[in-house]
């Protein structure tokens, strides 16, 4: 019973949050479309995409904005439906040791070095969890999902992308992120405390 339950739960917040967003997304862009300082107004003015011809121009802005306002509304979708199953969290905050953020500061390098074998495992977690000294720093890390499973006493740490484009510029940012939350997590519960990390994808390489 509580399976149906939840499973009508579901149902529900992806069919009304779905309504919602093209109800709004359709009315917004509509209502703007004579406005220069509507939103595809304000993006439509690149030199390069301008020469294509103004219908080619308009589009583009349209695909880009939806692209984005999709992605938005679906990792509050996503959020909404982790509510269901696990306590939420959007924010990681607490003690980090200045010997962590050198260690993760050395382990980016090394995965990065095309020439260095290294590949990122779970003794470079478990190598960040064991270094402290006297001196700290706290720090807030804003996390896309910070979950939380009573039931397990687990904690799970998820860098979710959903909208947007992929960027290769951001990615560096967002693995010392997540390595400085899971350390600020390790410092606050305990080495023993059940920390787990995840990257997730909405982009499929393949489209399998």
């Known amino acids: 019973m ?3 339950e ?3 739960a579901i149902r529900s917040l992806v069919s009304s949050n779905i309504k919602t967003f093209s109800e709004t997304f359709s009315q917004r862009h ?3 479309v004579d406005n220069p300082e509507g939103v595809l107004n304000m993006k439509i003015h690149n030199v390069f995409i301008a020469a294509l011809g103004e219908e080619f121009q308009y589009y583009t802005a349209l695909a880009r904005s939806f692209d984005s306002s999709l992605g938005n509304m679906l990792e509050k ?3 909404g439906i982790a509510q269901l199953f696990y306590d939420v969290k959007q924010e990681v905050s607490g003690v980090l040791y200045p010997e962590q953020t050198a260690k993760i500061a050395e382990l980016l390098e090394a995965y990065k ?6 590949k990122v495992c779970i003794s470079d977690y478990k190598e960040i969890s064991n270094l402290s000294s ?3 720093t706290t720090k807030v890390h804003s996390s896309d999902y910070y ?3 009573k039931e397990t006493n687990e904690h799970f740490l998820i860098e979710l992308k959903i909208g947007g484009d992929l960027d290769n510029k951001k990615a560096r940012s967002e693995k010392e992120a997540i390595f400085e939350q899971y350390a600020i997590l390790s410092n606050k519960l305990g080495k023993e405390a059940k920390v787990k990390c995840f990257f997730a994808t909405a982009y499929n390489r393949f489209g399998e």
């Open 113 to 118: 070095n095309s020439k260095n074998p290294k």
């Open 134 to 136: 006297a001196s700290t």
């Open 77 to 79: 979708l996503a959020i």
């Open 147 to 149: 979950l939380y499973d």
């Open 6 to 8: 939840t499973e009508k």
């Open 30 to 32: 509509i209502s703007e």
């Open 2 to 4: 509580a399976k149906i």
